[in-house]
T-cell receptor, first 116, second 118 residues
Framework: AQSVTQLGSHVSVSEGALVLLRCNYS??????LFWYVQYPNQGLQLLLK??????LVKGINGFEAEFKKSETSFHLTKPSAHMSDAAEYFC??????????????FGQGTILTVHP | NAGVTQTPKFQVLKTGQSMTLQCAQD?????MYWYRQDPGMGLRLIYY???????DKGEVPNGYNVSRLNKREFSLRLESAAPSQTSVYFC?????????????????FGNGTRLTVT
């Protein structure tokens, strides 16, 4: 069975500072990995995903994440935070594609606060 | 350009009451899902439907039933609500298509139903 751990339920940064949100996973098979963002009173929307191939994945809004198999990590970064990045971020894992593609296991979420 | 539509947006129930949460998608997706979101626990899969006519249990199915009415609609029913079912419920859909190097269809989420059981 797979699991996801997000280190830090709250992260606070200043506008313009580096954003680093940590995610570690466990999976017995090669995983598909995702980062989702949730703005207040809305559903989740996909930021980026890793399935196969290049381990550095670029997403929307300037975010990127790197799959590191040896560290079982998929940390999310953005070089310069913007006020509009304030939201809750979820890391998720799917054990493989196919019919289990949408059966994601989510981390507990990290609330990102951006200070002016 | 509706995407995934959930009704109602808010609901308050008394313990023991029943209700059905409705979900419809207009993207012609084959797969649909129900998740619940609780503080500090992320989202957990309740039920899913890989295609029209099929449903299966997720991680936390107890106390719930589902119906895949047609390709567009996937409803979630609480037969006898309990305070432990107080949560935000999200419906999602996807249509994974193999590109040769990966699947290119993410989950599309509705805006959620906030349910309180007293």
């Amino acid at each position: 069975a797979q699991s996801v751990t997000q280190l830090g339920s709250h992260v606070s940064v200043s506008e313009g500072a580096l954003v680093l949100l940590r995610c570690n996973y466990s999976s017995s098979v090669p995983p598909y990995l995702f980062w989702y963002v949730q703005y207040p009173n809305q559903g989740l929307q996909l930021l980026l995903k890793y399935t196969t191939g290049a381990t550095l994945v670029k997403g929307i809004n300037g975010f990127e994440a790197e799959f590191k198999k040896s560290e079982t990590s998929f940390h999310l970064t953005k070089p310069s935070a913007h006020m509009s990045d304030a939201a809750e971020y979820f890391c998720a894992v799917s054990p493989d594609g196919g019919t289990s593609y949408g059966k994601l296991t989510f981390g507990q979420g990290t609330i990102l606060t951006v200070h002016p | 350009n509706a995407g995934v539509t959930q009704t109602p947006k808010f609901q308050v129930l008394k313990t023991g009451q029943s209700m059905t949460l409705q979900c419809a998608q207009d993207m012609n997706h084959n797969s649909m899902y129900w998740y619940r979101q609780d503080p500090g626990m992320g989202l957990r899969l309740i039920y899913y439907s890989a295609s029209e006519g099929t449903t299966d249990k997720g991680e936390v199915p107890n106390g719930y039933n589902v119906s895949r009415l047609n390709k567009r609609e996937f409803s979630l029913r609480l037969e006898s609500a309990a305070p432990s079912q107080t949560s935000v419920y999200f419906c999602a859909s996807s249509d994974p298509t193999w590109t040769g190097s990966g699947y290119n269809s993410p989950l599309h989420f509705g805006n959620g139903t906030r349910l309180t059981v007293t």
